[in-house]
């Protein structure tokens, strides 16, 4: 019986492909149709005012923090009161193709890497549960925590955690659900030589 590491990659480039295209409609889904994710960003109280401020300081487009933090020796005044955050100056509203593509293309390589990951742990053949675990337990990886300690860091709230995890655990129930279903039979991969 063949190895788990002897699953050719190109045994499973389909399940890699309708994974990427099934996690790229889910997030759109999520971000455009299903109504979870619209309270987790508001808009900013008087924001045009606020642009307008960034815009005559001439604040390069980049990412800040406020307030100042000062030294070790000398904190800053308002570091312990507050308020704090960070701010995402951007040179132009986003260039929604580029960003799509890029999306599809970065759904693209966890993909890859799931069922790489998968390949081995699973053996061509290998029970659709066994399959479906190790799949999902990869996506998860991903899909789920993937952007958990930026979020800790810069300030993502309890609740946007929560949006994204929900979205998360779908694409990784998507993504273990297809390699489980598409895994390839023993039949398909041709043991290596020796």
Known sequence: MPQPDETALAAIWLPILIATVATMVLST????????????????PEADTFADIVESRGIAPGTYYYPSYGTPNEPGPRIKTGPWGTLKVYPCAPNMGRNIGLTFLMLGVIALFIGYLTAQAC???????????????????CHV??????????GKSARFFLTDAIDGAAYSAA?????????????TIVPAAG
Do not use: C
Not at 32 to 37: A, D, E, K, S, Y
Not at 145 to 154: A, E, H, S, V
């Open 145 to 154: 925590f993937g952007g958990t300690l930026n979020g800790i860091w810069f």
């Open 175 to 187: 993504t273990g659900a297809i390699y489980a279903t598409m895994w390839p039979a023993a039949s």
């Open 123 to 141: 053996a061509p053949g290998a029970d659709w549960l066994r399959v479906f675990q190790v799949a999902t337990t990869a996506a998860v990886l």
């Open 29 to 44: 889904l999520a971000w455009t149709v299903l109504p979870h994710h619209k309270p987790d960003m508001q808009e900013l």
